[in-house]
């Protein structure tokens, strides 16, 4: 398995615009997360799925921001407009609950708004 | 509420000193524990779980309870250590919660 694969590595991207965050958990994990890291909060639980329903999106910031999970292999973090608060590195993870093995992060989308 | 504290954003020792990295949570249920490394502009990757009670890389990590503590230990750091650590906690609801993370510089 290639892992948690993630697209694309980096976005830069105009005020104002729409921005698509691609993730490809590993296959048979069950749960999917989306975190944004940033210097000053670290990383911040965005929303969370389980069996490809959104259980916990307490962390999304604010109406901007959405998440979607079609199938079991397939999660897009989608902001709609974007704004330069909104730079930041967006990790997706994924695991296989319940078990105690932590999660498995993909390497990261760099977004840059500017 | 759910809470991880490491209360040190920079750690700076010099190689072959020993290392600690410290953690406190609160959780008001049976907490499940882990330590995350981070080496520069990579992803996470899991380092410990305090239920393995395991060594990784000659660190260590034991749950104090009494504490609410979970502290990253090696007995002689590294260069190779130089990364941003992260100590989680998992909840009820299988959500990691993150600590603001702790910058490890090793010196030679």
């Known amino acids: 398995d290639a892992g948690v694969i993630q697209s694309p590595r980096h976005e830069v991207t105009e005020m104002g615009q729409e921005v698509t965050l691609r993730c490809k958990p590993i296959?048979?994990?069950?749960?999917l997360f989306w975190y944004r890291q940033t210097m000053m909060r670290g990383l911040e639980l965005l929303i969370y799925f389980n069996n490809n329903v959104p259980i916990d999106d307490s962390g999304m910031p604010e109406d901007r921001f959405s998440a979607k999970m079609p199938n079991a292999s397939f999660s897009t973090l989608k902001i709609q407009p974007s704004e330069p608060r909104d730079s930041a590195v967006y990790f997706c993870?994924?695991?296989?609950?319940?078990?105690?093995?932590?999660?498995?992060f993909g390497s990261g989308t760099r977004l840059t708004v500017v | 509420a759910q809470r991880v504290t490491q209360p040190e954003k920079l750690l700076s020792v010099f190689k072959g000193a020993p290392v600690e990295l410290k953690c406190n949570y609160s959780y008001s249920g049976s907490p499940e524990l882990f330590w995350y490394v981070q080496y520069s502009r990579q992803r996470l990757q899991l380092l410990l779980r305090?239920?393995s009670r395991e060594s990784i890389k000659g660190f260590t990590a034991d749950l104090n309870k009494g504490e609410t503590s979970f502290h990253l230990k090696k007995p002689f750091a590294q260069e190779e250590d130089s990364a941003m650590y992260y100590c989680?906690?998992?909840?009820?609801?299988?959500?990691?919660?993150f600590g603001t993370g702790t910058r490890l510089l090793v010196s030679p």
């Open positions: 989680a906690l998992r909840t009820g609801f299988q959500k990691l919660v």
């Open positions: 993870a994924s695991s296989l609950i319940p078990e105690n093995y932590g999660y498995t």
């Open positions: 296959s048979g994990h069950n749960s």
């Open positions: 305090h239920i």
